[in-house]
């Protein structure tokens, strides 16, 4: 199957000399976790010049150097990757897929000619998971049981660390062994941005380092159990929006994410 089948047409786009804040706003409107950054030359064109995500936003408005600037005061241009890694429109699934994987990546803006034509990501690829190849696949098969945890008392700072260092969107919350809960890129983003709005400059700085993950954690995550097929994971995830589940059968055993289940893409369909 070639990208041009399942891609995402007329994907959101921003300016790049807009604000963060913005950027937030459309993409809680759009309902995505991306948008791709743009500049319109002197002859009305538009250029693409890098893409967004929640998890850039989340890095930067944590760190020390922007940590207690409003989100309002600084541009897209600031938080953006500018080194695109683009597809062709005729580009096969399974070799998408495999450019996703190395360059750890969730998308992949789709170009022709200069033009975009659309978005490829992680989600659009999970829909060839829902055919018959996939049925005999279980999350048991491609999850992953090296996870990195962290304590609820922890503070927030540390766990955006750790995500960092790791290359990841996402930790499990475990508290004296028991699954407590599960923290995003994305909780971390919002939470940042709605302690800014509550708390007065002055304390802003010290009041941020010191929250903690259960503070901004998502408690009664849901889970799946081992033997749950490939084909019902790509379900959940598609209609969720989730990017990953918990595998517990009595005890924690893994996590499956989109990421997992590329592997598994990339394995069937094969790269060329």
Excluded: W
Aim: glycine share 8%; aromatic share 2%.
């Amino acid at each position: 199957m070639i990208i041009k089948n399942i891609m995402s047409e007329d994907p959101v786009c921003i300016d790049k000399d807009q604000n963060v804040c913005d950027a937030l706003r459309l993409m809680g409107k759009k309902n995505v976790s991306r948008l791709l950054v743009i500049n319109t030359n002197s002859e009305h064109e538009r250029e693409l010049v890098g893409i967004v995500t929640e998890k850039d936003i989340a890095i930067k408005l944590g760190s020390s150097r922007y940590g207690n600037m409003a989100p309002s005061h600084f541009h897209v241009s600031t938080v953006m990757t500018g080194e695109l890694i683009t597809a062709d429109p005729g580009m096969d699934a399974g070799n998408a897929a495999s450019l996703m994987l190395e360059n750890n990546i969730g998308s992949l803006p789709v170009i022709l000619d200069d033009e975009i034509l659309g978005i490829v990501t992680k989600s659009d690829l999970l829909d060839i998971c829902r055919g018959r190849a996939y049925e005999r696949y279980t999350a048991g098969d491609v999850m992953s049981t090296e996870m990195i945890t962290v304590s609820p008392q922890e503070r927030a700072v540390h766990a955006r660390r750790m995500m960092i260092d790791a290359g990841i969107g996402r930790l499990l919350v475990m508290d004296g062994g028991e699954l407590a809960g599960i923290l995003t890129a994305k909780d971390m983003t919002r939470a940042v941005i709605n302690f800014r709005k509550v708390v007065p400059d002055k304390h802003k700085s010290s009041r941020i380092r010191n929250l903690l993950v259960e503070d901004i954690m998502k408690q009664n995550v849901r889970t799946v159990e081992a033997d749950t097929p490939v084909t019902d994971l790509a379900s959940m995830m598609m209609e969720t929006g989730y990017g990953g589940f918990p595998v517990v059968d009595g005890e924690l055993e893994g996590i499956v994410t989109k990421t997992d289940i590329l592997d598994l893409i990339v394995e069937i369909e094969g790269v060329f």
